[in-house]
């Protein structure tokens, strides 16, 4: 079975900062791993995805995620925050079917002026 | 382009009642439908997923049932509705038989009182 831990419910930057969000997964295969944003009240928007390529992945608004296999982590980082950042982000992990997600329990970001 | 749509955005009903929510893909053909179900920290849940019309994949056992009579449509019911079901309602599809990320409508906030 697969899982995902996010380690912090809450994390708090000054704008400007640096953001890391931390993601951890267990598979007993190789994983697809994902990074999604939700805004209030709103659906979930990719921001990016390991797919077996390179272990250093980009994604939209800045934010990149490396993947460790050794770690078994999938960080998500942005070197400067910026207030529109706030928002919950959830890590997730797939196998190779992309038929199923299960994601972690999500991370509120908050940034402050 | 592709689009996922999802009605009511808000509903509020009284326990004991039955539920009908609808999810709609425009765009494309199909896809693989899932259903989450989000609770304050509790992330996302997958409740059901179909990879075709009237198949029909339950995760969780519970109050609610899923049915897709047409291959983008998919629907959660309830005969009757328990406070418990309470929370945010996801649709999400992707393109079947590809390594594609999950696309998310932008959901139903349900209340139960």
């Known amino acids: 079975a697969q899982s995902v831990t996010q380690l912090g419910s809450h994390v708090s930057v000054s704008e400007g900062a640096l953001v890391l969000l931390r993601c951890n997964y267990s598979?007993?295969?190789?994983?697809?791993l994902f990074w999604y944003v939700q805004y209030p009240n709103q659906g979930l928007q990719l921001l990016l995805k390991?797919?077996?390529?390179?272990?250093l992945v980009k994604g939209i608004n800045g934010f990149e995620a490396e993947f460790k296999k050794s770690e078994t982590s999938f960080h998500l980082t942005k070197p400067s925050a910026h207030m529109s950042d706030a928002a919950e982000y959830f890590c997730a992990v797939s196998d190779q079917s992309f038929q199923k997600l299960v994601f972690g329990t999500g991370t509120r970001l908050l940034v402050s002026p | 382009s592709q689009t996922i749509h999802q009605w009511p955005a808000t509903l509020v009903q009284p326990v004991g009642s039955p539920l009908s929510l609808e999810c709609t893909v425009e765009?494309?053909?199909?896809?693989?439908l899932y259903w989450y179900r989000q609770a304050a920290g509790r992330g996302l849940q997958l409740l059901f997923y179909?990879?075709?019309?009237?198949?029909i994949s339950s995760e969780v056992p519970q109050n609610l049932s899923a049915s897709r009579p047409q291959d983008r449509q998919f629907i959660l019911s309830s005969k009757k509705l328990l406070l418990s079901d309470s929370g945010f309602y996801l649709c999400?599809?992707?393109?079947?038989?590809?390594?594609?990320?999950?696309?998310f409508g932008p959901g139903t906030r349900l209340t139960v009182l």
């Open positions: 179909s990879v075709g019309i009237g198949q």
């Open positions: 999400a599809w992707n393109p079947r038989g590809s390594l594609s990320e999950q696309f």
């Open positions: 390991y797919t077996s390529a390179a272990t």
């Open positions: 765009g494309t053909s199909n896809p693989n």
């Open positions: 598979s007993s295969v190789p994983p697809y």
